[in-house]
């Protein structure tokens, strides 16, 4: 592989971001199961914004300032207690969120959005909208960072799988980017697994956890590739639809 002036580089914990130098960075932010999937359903089903906060108190706090927003969270994958949504994708549908507000707090995701705070750009991936993010990502002509959210501090191996499949299509937008080890790593998996996504998240601890709280469909539903073309943007504290040219 030669020297390119593009770096493609996976993070697959957002602690691995701690001082590193973001600027210039174009990042996307990929908790598959379930919020960054959620964000990207709320966004297409023409949620107006999302705003990520990190705790179930300052949700509420802000709630309090905003009594037209909808409080939409999880923790351990449970519906917070008196907010309007939980986390599954399927609470994000148009009649719930069109022309809506929402605040939302879940357990790794809006954690990992927060930590790409000073890349040029964050923009928000899935399975759902892979080939847009990456399209998006690739006009920058900037280094790409995918960050992984992970579980609870530790590896997601959906997120993984969802990184090296956006490092594949990258590779087709941006065809002189140089992979890192971390990069590469996931492609590799990635391709090991693509023939049956199911069948390898079904051992993951989320995959696990969703299975064993009847959420099979939730899963079915995160591992849909390419159904739509919306590609949210994080920038000053909320999340909204960034116009894509096909």
């Known amino acids: 592989m030669g020297v390119s002036d593009m770096m493609l580089h996976i993070a697959f914990l957002p602690a691995e971001l701690r001082g590193v130098d973001l600027t210039g960075k ?46 939409a969270g999880e ?23 069109r022309g809506r507000r929402v ?67 990258l590779q087709g937008e941006t065809a002189d980017a140089e992979l890192t080890d971390a990069a590469y790593a996931a492609l590799l998996l990635y391709r090991q697994a693509a023939g049956d996504l199911p069948g390898a998240v079904k051992h993951s601890k989320n995959g696990r956890r969703l299975y064993e709280l009847g959420r099979a469909g939730d899963v079915e539903y995160c591992l849909r590739q390419n159904t739509v073309t919306v590609v949210p943007r994080y920038a000053k504290g909320s999340i909204r639809e960034k116009s894509v040219p096909q």
Not at 41 to 60: D, F, H, M, Q
Not at 147 to 163: I, K, M
């Open 103 to 169: 605040i939302m707090t879940t357990t790794n995701g809006t954690a990992a959005i927060k930590a790409t705070e000073g890349c040029h750009a964050t923009l928000i991936g899935s399975f759902l909208n892979a080939a847009a993010v990456c399209r998006e990502a690739a006009r920058y002509g900037q280094d790409i960072l995918i960050v992984c959210a992970g579980t609870e501090l530790t590896f997601s191996l959906e997120d993984a799988l969802c990184a090296g499949y956006l490092t594949e299509l």
């Open 75 to 97: 923790r351990r994958s449970l519906r917070i207690e008196g907010f309007h949504l939980g986390n599954s994708p399927y609470d994000f549908n148009p009649e719930t969120v």
């Open 26 to 71: 174009v990042s996307i932010v990929l908790d598959i199961f379930r919020a960054t999937t959620s964000i990207t359903t709320a966004i297409s089903n023409g949620c107006e914004a999302i705003y990520p906060v990190l705790s179930v108190e300052e949700a509420r706090q802000l709630a309090e300032k905003s009594p037209d927003c909808l409080l």
